[in-house]
């Protein structure tokens, strides 16, 4: 299953069959938040989390 909208916490849990109990989805919310200081996750509002844009590497002439 994947989405293409952002994503809360305990819905990503639920996609992925992992527990939903506060321990289980605090922990994947953690993870989260290190994926959108690396730039790999967008939260786009607080507590929603989507893949982030790609940027495409630009061809410049050397």
């Given at each position: ?57 630009s061809t410049q002439d050397p």
């Open positions: 299953m994947f989405a293409t909208d952002a994503m809360r916490a305990k819905d990503v849990c639920l996609a992925l069959g992992v527990g939903t109990a506060p321990k289980d989805t605090e922990g994947l919310r953690a993870m989260l938040k290190r994926l959108v200081a690396r730039q790999i996750l967008a939260e786009t509002q607080p507590g929603l989390f989507a893949l982030a844009p790609t940027t495409t590497p």
